[in-house]
């Protein structure tokens, strides 16, 4: 009669089930001529292989372009306002550059709020978030910041708890 209440517990299903969503997030790196703070002016739109099967190319692209467009609309401003607080650093001891700060502040969360649309209308329902994340330059100490695909893993609902 105690062997019927006790519960065991599987350790092989967990650890197969761990193994099989620890995949790595795919990493678009920025691929324009122009970096300001770390944020490249486009990213590249070329289709991840580690994606085929998960997403259409049309929608990747679509993303994608949805990122390069507000890019392209913000960092121009940005570069005129680095020239101009680079021009009068010295007389204001920095207090110049600090336009520059909150137009590249501001970006990025534009920038965010494009790729939370994206998941929450699209991406999340093909187990995939998009994110934007600042990691070190592969060529030197610089910091960058890069689009991240993380796979989310998928909830086994037929399992008990």
């Not at 089930?17 to 739109?45: C, Q, W």
């Not at 680079?86 to 920095?94: F, K, R, V």
């Not at 329902?125 to 689009?147: D, F, I, P």
Request: overall charge neutral; charged content about 25%; hydrophobic content about 40%.
């Amino acid at each position: 009669m105690a062997e019927f209440d006790t519960i065991f517990v599987e350790d092989v299903e967990e650890e197969h089930y761990h193994a099989d969503f620890s995949m790595e997030p795919v990493v678009i790196r920025g691929s324009g001529n122009m970096t300001v703070f770390g944020l490249s002016n486009k990213f590249d739109t070329k289709f991840p292989s580690a994606l085929t099967g998960r997403v259409a190319l049309e929608e990747y692209k679509a993303t994608i372009n949805r990122v390069n467009s507000v890019l392209r609309k913000t960092l121009p401003v940005n570069v005129k306002w680095l020239f101009c607080g680079c021009l009068c650093c010295c007389c204001t001891l920095g207090c110049s550059l600090w336009p520059v700060v909150c137009l590249s502040r501001r970006t990025r969360h534009s920038i965010e709020k494009v790729l939370e649309w994206e998941n929450n209308h699209l991406y999340q329902k093909l187990g995939l978030r998009w994110k934007l994340n600042k990691q070190a330059c592969e060529t030197n100490s610089m910091m960058e910041y890069v689009l991240l695909i993380e796979f989310i893993p998928k909830i086994p609902i037929h399992r008990p708890d």
